[in-house]
Nanobody, 120 residues
Framework: QVQVVESGGGLVQAGGSLRLSCVAS????????MGWYRQAPGKQRELVAT???????NYADSVKGRFIITRDNAKKMVYLQMNSLEPEDTDVYYC??????????????WGQGTQVTVSS
């Protein structure tokens, strides 16, 4: 069974930092994109940052210059360093991994979510 599990959320004051971690495990042929998304109540899930297997990155405009996504392919992990946090960053953050389980078919996997709360 393939699993994607994220951790590292919590409560922080505005201007502070948090580091989220995500690990993929199970029967995996290869991992393509990995990334982070967030979702607030009543809103659609939105992209925060993504990273391809070769290290190319993409960020939402709202987090550019503040968040950094990194990846460790050997460990099948992806991280999100969140700096200069703002109350607007308060959301449930989800790890996403696009995984080839058999060398041909790519499937999309999601973590369970981790709560990030930024107080003013």
């Amino acid at each position: 069974q393939v699993q994607v599990v994220e951790s590292g959320g919590g409560l922080v004051q505005a201007g502070g930092s948090l580091r989220l971690s995500c690990v993929a495990s199970g029967s995996i042929f290869s991992i393509n994109d990995m990334g982070w998304y967030r979702q607030a109540p009543g809103k659609q899930r939105e992209l925060v940052a993504t990273s391809t297997s070769d290290g190319s990155t993409n960020y939402a405009d709202s987090v550019k210059g503040r968040f950094i996504i990194t990846r460790d392919n050997a460990k099948k992990m992806v991280y999100l360093q969140m700096n200069s946090l703002e109350p607007e960053d308060t959301d449930v953050y989800y790890c996403n991994a696009k995984i080839n389980v058999n060398g041909f078919i790519r499937r999309n996997y999601w973590g369970q979510g981790t709560q990030v709360t930024v107080s003013s």
